[in-house]
């Protein structure tokens, strides 16, 4: 349950990070497009790495799936 845990974690951090960079984008209209650039990549990386941590949450819950039936 660690990695879930962990990864649950990930997949939070990723959500406030994508929305802190939503933010900058909508501040950010006809201002400086380098910062509105920096904005998208941010949320860019925001969304690699929710998905990044879902994939994990998936797996720990088959692996943990598996030990129970092992179990059984």
């Not at 974690?9 to 994508?18: C, E, I, K, V, Y």
């Not at 400086?32 to 650039?37: E, G, H, I, R």
């Amino acid at each position: 349950m660690i990695a879930f845990n962990t990864a649950a974690a990930g997949a939070l951090n990723a959500t406030r990070m994508f929305d802190r960079a939503a933010t900058k984008v909508a501040q950010s209209a006809g201002s400086d497009m380098s910062t509105l650039l920096g904005a998208v990549v941010v949320q860019s990386e925001a969304r690699t790495a929710f998905a990044a941590n879902l994939a994990v949450m998936k797996t720990a819950e088959e692996m943990t799936g598996r030990l129970l039936d092992l179990k059984i």
